[in-house]
């Protein structure tokens, strides 16, 4: 549909649970007040954002994502050293090695359904990845609407979650590798990382979400471990059914944001020997609630 006063801006949903194509706008311009409060409107009602056919140098994206907050610095820097590196808000997600190094990071393997860096204390807003070179097939990256999730809960579920916390382990990466510096975890509830609801309330819209982070040792407080797994188990063959997702078949010069408040996301693996490369930055996040009165009694 055309959005009034933004300057013939098309927003066209895809069919699925979440996720809509953004037409008309070129993202290597400024963005005036209406057409952003357009898309930004937009953000919130899909949940993921697509803009097609984009021409952007690093400084143009992060502009744009700028428009929604501050954002992170990247975990990890697009050089070896950070101190040289002209844009520490730019994340390179990529399998190409040049001199045998890695110029980026998550390689070509498969990623878990996850949200991002949910084992901190507080987590981004949400996420934007630029395509830059797209192997032939493989590498499609899947999203999954929380707020579908939470919704269809079947009611024993949604009352034992209801006030309950969980630990998001820090230990592991979305491929499943140990990080750097951290140690085997044997037992769940020894898990390093934060502690957040399970529902978590959107503070814009003010929906909830199933908040879940990822799943290889997750803990939810206060229960015997064996009723934590079972409870955690219950909840992933929910959230990961196929009619809350959505993939993204990547082109160069796809923009996708996502909002990392109500989704999760996945990718699949591809073949090694071809080429990805993707620049992605982050907009610097809150601190997760739940708002106990969303929910009716």
Known sequence: MDVPGSKHITVIPNGAALAADIVGVDLSQPLDAATFKAVEAAWHQHLVLRFRDQKLDD?????FARRFGELDQAPIHAVGDANEDPY??????????VNGVSIGNLGHYEAEWHTDMSYNERCPIGSLLYSLEVPPAGGDTGFSNMYAAFETLPAELKRA???????????????????KGYKEVTDPREAPGALHPI???????RRNALFLGRRRNAYIVGLPLDESEDLLNRLWAHASKPEFAWYQKWK???LVMWDNRCTMHRRDAFDPSSRRLMHRTQIKGDRP???AASVAA
């Open 59 to 63: 400084p143009a994206l992060l502009a």
């Open 88 to 97: 520490p808000e730019i994340t390179v997600m990529s399998n190409i090695t």
């Open 289 to 291: 609630f739940f708002d």
């Open 252 to 254: 160069v010069g796809d």
């Open 199 to 205: 529902i978590r309330t959107h503070p814009v819209t």
């Open 161 to 179: 979650i209801i006030g309950k916390s969980c630990k998001h382990d820090s230990s592991r990466n979305s491929a499943g590798e140990l990080r």
